[in-house]
């Protein structure tokens, strides 16, 4: 465990770009040798799209990334935050039980608000736009939705009172299970309902990209899916039955072009069908 905290307290900016792009990587090339649908879609259009968001979403991160350092900072200094104030534990069980709060407030917490909070449901509303759901999917985020995840996520931090290098690997392991549960990709279903008892699958999260309620607001999770049985806000829906997308968005120039996502959190709201 010290060689892996020692990694993270150091690790340079160049190797959580390749966390980043090797996932996508591996996966992007599994999907395409065993796809679990078959989408009729330009492959290199629609990931134009969402590495676009990508890169922005990176931007905003880095460009705000002195404000995570500083609240890991305080935690630590001033003995601030959940973890600090718990007894003295095994480095093991302090990291999971991290990582566990870390995901909660940074990824379950947000999403659940941003589906609830209608100003921040237009933000949000790009990533559920996206009728082809692959691994380039996972960071299909418009960058006003990338401000609000940062800022939760030191929210989270503070919350928690996590050392940074628990913060970089909780964002590692962030973005490698959403390239993950975004794939498309078909684990064998046994496999994929037993995963999604620790984590969130790939099955588990595409339940939450069907176009209609009351799946779309479900399974919230994004590393542990503890959160969402504990809260009773897990369903499940046969991968066979699942239609990607937003039913108020479900037309190409709607959720295919570019200029039109970046304008949606400024439009004229729209109500699901059966809100």
Known sequence: METIINYFENIPPLHRGLILVGGITLFWLIENAFPLFKFNYSKIHHAGINIFFTITTIIVN????????LAADFSIQQNFGLLQWLPQMNIWVYTLVGLLLLDLIGA???HLVEHKVKFLWRFHLIHHTDTWIDTTSANRHHPGESVIRFLFTVLGVLIVGSPMWMVFLYQSLSVVFSQFNHA??????????????F?????????HHHYKLPYTDSNYGNIFSIWDRIFGTYSYLDREKIVYGVDTH????DNNILSNLL?????????????
């Not at 479900?250 to 120039?253: A, G, L």
């Open 62 to 69: 880095f460009a705000m990334a002195f404000i995570l350092l």
């Open 199 to 207: 984590i969130i699958s790939p099955d588990m999260h595409k339940v």
């Open 263 to 275: 304008k949606i959190p400024f439009q004229k709201y729209r109500s699901p069908e059966n809100e």
């Open 184 to 197: 498309n990709i078909p684990l064998p279903k046994k496999l994929d309902k037993f995963l999604s008892y």
């Open 250 to 253: 479900m037309e190409p120039k």
């Open 108 to 110: 379950y917490l947000v």
